[in-house]
């Protein structure tokens, strides 16, 4: 089945506007850049091994696009139902913000790349992830993403095992809890330091 399939066009004022649903892949069009309206997703990579590299997390607001990156292959990732407008050239300039925000959040992920150690790293990005996708709870900050650790593990290139045992390190010291695929982030004022 082609993930593309599920897309339901809908008109809004002289923009296409796209729903895709959870799993799906946003086509990818070299002379378009997608505006994320509502839902999140990724966009990625992979290597000559066939090994996912993810390029960043994008949500309401966002703007992403091949035409952002120089990297092939490329993909958009629909992480949940999405609902994407399709941004023509010639109206770019009127998304300026959004690209900038762009340009900022990719270097936002290469600086938490390039952390040590590998908890550290793995800290920092669930901080960044909390910030930008996070809903707050009474006890914390819930990261409702449904990641695998998989999925972040292609993101801060490590292991899978590596990031399940920090995750663990992290939950029996009282920094996250976990609830099926969400995460909570207990941020007291240390523990946003760590």
């Known amino acids: 089945m082609n993930p593309t399939e599920n897309i339901i066009h809908l008109p809004r004022k002289h923009l296409a506007q796209q729903i895709l649903t959870q799993h799906s892949i946003i086509p990818i069009k070299n002379d378009v850049l997608w505006r994320i309206e509502r839902g999140v997703v990724r966009t990625l990579t992979w290597d000559e091994e066939g090994t996912a590299i993810t390029l960043g997390y994008w949500g309401p ?9 120089k990297v092939t292959p490329y993909q958009i990732q629909c992480l949940t139902s999405v609902e994407a407008t399709i941004i023509p050239p010639d109206l770019w300039h009127e998304d300026l913000k959004a690209l900038l925000s762009h340009i900022q959040q990719t270097e936002q992920i290469l600086h938490i790349l390039h952390c040590k150690p ?77």
């Open 118 to 194: 590998t908890s550290l790293r793995l800290w920092h990005f669930l901080l960044w992830l909390g910030n930008k996708f996070g809903r707050d709870l009474e006890r914390g900050k819930l990261i409702d993403l449904n990641l695998t650790h998989q999925d972040i593990s292609e993101v801060l290139n490590t292991t899978r095992v590596t990031i399940t045992r920090l995750l663990q390190k992290f939950e029996t010291q009282g920094k996250i809890s976990r609830h099926k695929r969400s995460i909570i982030l207990r941020l007291t004022q240390d523990l946003q330091q760590d």
């Open 61 to 69: 607001g966002d703007i992403t696009g091949h035409v952002l990156s």
